[in-house]
């Protein structure tokens, strides 16, 4: 039994592959490719490195954004009854929670429907991402626009940037780890088929990534 070895570009890789029934390529090789030519990653190892360390990232945010709500809104001094937000009237502790799950839903759904090519999570995400952003500007604005509003405007800028922290924090914690997710697949994915990504090819102009190709004979 001999190992042939050869390296390919990704597009001619992908070219060897079976096509389905409508000679369009496999939906999962279309995935892979789409993960490697935005994350662009130059090896394997650096795959796990970088699923390891988007992942730590991810959960270290995630994890410091609830020592925030709960430090800076669920026992803090705020009057949860003042500034009800007329989005659904939720009030500021309510508020707070809704766009941490927003922001993580949203990036999730961003991140994910990238790398797919679906319309509908596109834009369910962008319908959180707004709703989010009202919830962080509201106390601003209200203060800054509504007369007899029940909050001082120091108290309401406090509140949008506490929101605002959390909104940020959030979604870059979210995005992180849904960037360790697909990479995590794409290593499976990758194992599975019997490819090993070899790197970038340094002759290429445009910086492909490269893989390497074993068939057992």
Do not use: C, H
């Amino acid at each position: 039994m001999t190992e042939a070895d050869a390296t390919l570009d990704f597009d001619e890789l992908v070219g060897g592959l079976p096509s389905s029934s409508n000679g369009q390529l496999p939906q999962d090789t279309e995935f892979a490719e789409r993960i490697i030519r935005r994350l662009k990653p130059e090896n394997q190892q650096q795959m796990f490195d970088l699923a390891a360390r988007q992942s730590k990232i991810g959960g270290m945010l995630i994890t410091l954004m609830v020592v925030v709500w709960w430090l800076f809104i669920g026992v803090d001094q705020d009057d949860m009854s003042a500034g009800v937000s007329v989005f659904f009237g939720l009030d500021f502790g309510q508020a707070a929670l809704a766009v941490m799950g927003l922001s993580i839903g949203s990036a999730i759904l961003t991140e994910f429907s990238r790398d797919m090519g679906k319309i509908l999570p596109s834009t369910v995400a962008g319908g959180m991402l707004i709703l989010a952003g009202l919830y962080v500007a509201e106390p601003f604005v209200s203060a800054l626009f509504l007369s007899g509003f029940d909050l001082t405007m120091s108290e309401s800028i406090w509140r949008s940037v506490r929101l605002g922290v959390l909104w940020a924090g959030m979604s870059f914690g979210a995005y992180q780890i849904v960037n360790a997710m697909l990479l995590n697949w794409l290593i499976r994915f990758l194992d599975s088929n019997g490819y090993d990504f070899s790197g970038i090819g340094e002759s290429s102009q445009e910086m492909e990534p490269r893989l390497t190709l074993s068939q057992d004979g």
